[in-house]
């Protein structure tokens, strides 16, 4: 079980779970999706045959997560900014981590962070809730910056590298002009590289960018699933 996370709107999140869920599809790996961001419920959006659209008012909604484990052995989460509270709350009511072995499910929490100081209050907050409990990988999204340093140079890295053992990616760039272009029209990566409403420039830097993107993926199969 794969929760896609950050601290605020606007770091890429849901542009990370959709290219990891696309990563999944194109592994031939059955990924059951869910969308859980009340106001940009973009995973959904790209991915309506793949992914179902949950409501976090109410933490008995979220049961529908657990509920599914019992019939998809891969299940990819994607958060809505600042919502573990509400994963914590529920976690503690279903008795969800202490179970996870009886289950035989692995958890991996992916943090997506800018170079903004900001983005990593999630990270810490995550790893004194959950502890040794689940995995964790932050992905570098580098659309939004270069310069990481602030979250490089933390005492919060050191102890997530050394402690948690916890694994970094970067996360490749995907022209803006090509991003808006599949963000106007609806279409996943993948129905992208074949598109026609994209121009052979765009389909190419979208096939560019899943290949860079899997590259890194694949150094953390184990941990994604794959």
Not at 207 to 226: C, M, N, P, S, W
Request: glycine content about 4%; charged content about 25%.
């Amino acid at each position: 079980m794969i929760f896609v996370t950050g601290d605020k709107g606007g770091v890429g999140k849901s542009f990370v779970a959709r290219t990891l869920l696309q990563y999944h599809l194109d592994g031939n790996r059955a990924c059951h999706a869910f969308d859980i961001d009340p106001v940009n419920a973009n995973l959904y959006q790209f991915y309506p045959n793949n992914t179902v659209r949950i409501e976090v008012d109410e933490i008995s909604s979220l049961d529908a997560i657990q509920d599914d484990m019992e019939y998809n052995s891969l299940i990819l989460v994607d958060c809505a900014a600042r919502s573990l509270q509400q994963l914590n709350a529920w976690f503690d009511a279903i008795v969800m981590m202490e179970a996870r072995e009886n289950l035989d499910f692995r958890f991996t929490f992916v943090f997506v962070i800018t170079p903004d100081k900001s983005c990593t209050a999630i990270m810490a907050n995550s790893i004194d809730t959950f502890s040794h409990k689940a995995d964790y990988i932050v992905i570098k999204n580098s659309a939004l910056g270069k310069d990481f340093s602030i979250y490089e140079n933390s005492k919060l890295r050191k102890r997530f590298l050394e402690e948690f053992h916890g694994k970094e990616l970067v996360l490749p760039t995907l022209l803006e002009r090509t991003s808006l272009l599949l963000q106007r029209n609806d279409i996943g990566f993948r129905d992208a590289v074949y598109d026609k409403r994209a121009t052979l420039s765009d389909r190419s830097r979208v096939h560019a960018y899943l290949r860079h993107a899997y590259a890194q993926f694949d150094t953390v199969k184990e941990i994604l699933g794959a």
